[in-house]
């Protein structure tokens, strides 16, 4: 094991360390190749036999410029990202309903279609095929499925159905986002052997805080509530800082099972915008998004903003950390042995579950 004990806490972070220096977890987390599961998912997470409906991250907004064709893994799939010259940007299948090439490699963008780079079959954003440049012609019935798309909060965010419904909701814009009274993100990936859900049940969770996390005082709640696609968490928090204990809020928002978003007010407002999109059944990509509201706009407070708000998004990112030893290698219980100070993970599941429906060719034989 490395030696990596003794690393101040960072200054104004959310959580109280138990100990001075990392937490046992983030110790293991950081220890070196820590062996993954032998288990496949499909026995840790009996559950999750189809991906959840829901709006899913294909790129960072800025990680697509306008005439970009960028080749994807999503979903059990292979997926392109392409914007039009006009910004609008797509997600679609990869394969061209041609002869099957795959439009991520060698395909271009010209005006608001997708070139196909093998016999230069034209593509609208919706699939169509525009135009055959050999015979002049247009074939009607080729059809390369394409998924309803918005570039929104910084994310080219795709919507995903097994049945191919229209989108069921929407994802709201989020203040942090292109405001100039905020940071611009600081932007985090990691890569998770467990599905969204294992993640999202952190949220109500909250014992969790002081076990993995060391918090020293655990959020106190004043509302949890599933209504339809949404979860919404509000709580109260004392926040512990050098000068003594703050009191601040977090509240948190799920909009389906790929994006959610927590505010953090009292020592700093900050916006964490988080999306998980499933790369298969066995992975699933997760990127944090964090913004800070700036303390004022002269030297003094934004060199105060940065350094209050990266001790924050250090902590959060720890967090990460910790919850990822547990996280890839758990398993779900399906009939989970609960304590009366346990969150609702019971009433999480049970809004969880209406995302799965089967139907998807590419989660057959799970
Ligand atoms: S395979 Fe795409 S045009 Fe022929
Ligand atoms: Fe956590």
Sequence with gaps: MKDEVHVQPPVGSVTDRVMQGETPLQAVGRSGDLPATRMRSIERFPYYTAFPFGWYRASDSEDLAAGEVKALRFLNRD?????????????MDAYCAHLGAHLGYGGRVEGCELVCPFHWWRWDGEGRNTRIPYDGSQNR???IPAYPTIDRNGYVLFWYHPLGEAPLWEIPEIECFGNPGWTAYQRFRWQM???WQEFAENGPDYVHLRTVHGSVTIPEVELYE???????????VDFDTPRGSQQGRIDSDAWGPGFALARFSGIIDACFV?????????????THSYSIRKLGEDS????KTTRVGDALIRDLVKQVEEDLVILDRKICQ???RLSEADGPIV???KWAKQFYLEGDPRALNR
Excluded at 79 to 91: K, N, P, S
Excluded at 300 to 303: G, M, R
């Design 334 to 336: 399906p009939q989970p």
């Design 141 to 143: 019935a080729a059809r």
């Design 79 to 91: 997926l392109v990202a392409w914007r039009e010259d006009d910004g609008t940007a797509h997600v």
């Design 300 to 303: 003094e407070a934004l060199s």
């Design 347 to 349: 009433e999480f599941r």
């Design 274 to 286: 988080a999306a998980s999109t499933p790369i298969d059944f066995e992975t699933t990509e997760v």
């Design 193 to 195: 052997r467990a599905p």
């Design 226 to 236: 599933c209504e339809g696609y949404q979860t919404k968490l509000r709580s109260r």
